[in-house]
């Protein structure tokens, strides 16, 4: 059966500080890793990887893949009040039937 | 661009009743997939609809059951509703351009779904 694990489940900082989240994963016939922030409902796409050792930023928010040893990592830096989520990693799966797996999420909570 | 949206937003059930769930993709996109996140978890896969067929299942019952229509919008059907089926559930759209690229999904704002 198909596995990611996250950790840490909950995370409490302040602002400005830099934050690590990690995925690790098991699942046949890997595709892509994607990290989602969730805020209220809808969980908002942020990166999707696909090879590597390829890293993806977008602002503050850089993650990398490590195929190799089955985990990617979720930075941020420069931490603000708005940051505070759950954060989302989800593995892309199957072939035809492409499928999500999703592991439980990080709670961080950015105080000021 | 028209975002994916759901309906409706909150819903309230006895146990044993049916709900049916909706889901408008967005624009452009043709296949959408349906999960359920329970409290405290994260979002587990039911099903995917690609092209008005079922094309993948996640470990839920035939009591969770489906439809996309030709316009790609989407239901979630769930009969013999049960306690432990209070939930969020979300519906996500990507685009399949049938060649077996990897593609984003984007998810709606949900519904949630009590039962009592």
């Known amino acids: 059966e198909d596995k990611v694990v996250q950790s840490p489940l909950s995370l409490v900082v302040h602002e400005g500080d830099t934050v690590t989240l990690n995925c690790s994963y098991e699942v046949t016939n890997f595709r892509s890793l994607l990290w989602y922030k969730q805020e209220k409902k809808a969980p908002t796409f942020l990166f999707m990887l696909?090879?590597?050792?390829i890293e993806k930023k977008s602002g503050r928010l850089s993650s990398i893949l490590d195929k190799k040893e089955l985990f990617s990592i979720l930075n941020i830096t420069a931490t603000q009040t708005g940051d505070s989520a759950i954060y989302l990693c989800a593995v892309g799966s199957g072939g035809s039937n492409y499928k999500l797996t999703f592991g439980k999420g990080t709670l961080l909570t950015v105080n000021p | 661009e028209t975002g994916v949206t759901q309906s409706p937003t909150h819903l309230i059930k006895t146990r044993g009743q049916q709900v049916t769930l909706r889901c408008s993709s967005q624009s452009g996109h043709n296949t959408v997939s349906w999960y359920q996140q329970a409290l405290g978890q994260g979002p587990q896969f039911i099903f995917q609809?690609?092209?008005?067929?079922?094309?993948g299942r996640g470990n839920f019952p035939p009591r969770f059951s489906g439809l996309q229509f030709p316009n790609y919008s989407s239901e979630l059907n769930v009969n013999a509703l049960e306690l432990d089926d209070s939930a969020l559930y979300l519906c996500?759209?990507?685009?399949?351009?049938?060649?077996?690229?990897?593609?984003?999904?984007?998810f709606g704002p949900g519904t949630r779904l009590t039962v009592t």
């Open positions: 696909t090879s590597s050792g």
């Open positions: 609809y690609y092209r008005e067929e079922e094309n």
């Open positions: 996500a759209s990507s685009l399949d351009r049938g060649l077996a690229e990897i593609y984003e999904q984007y």
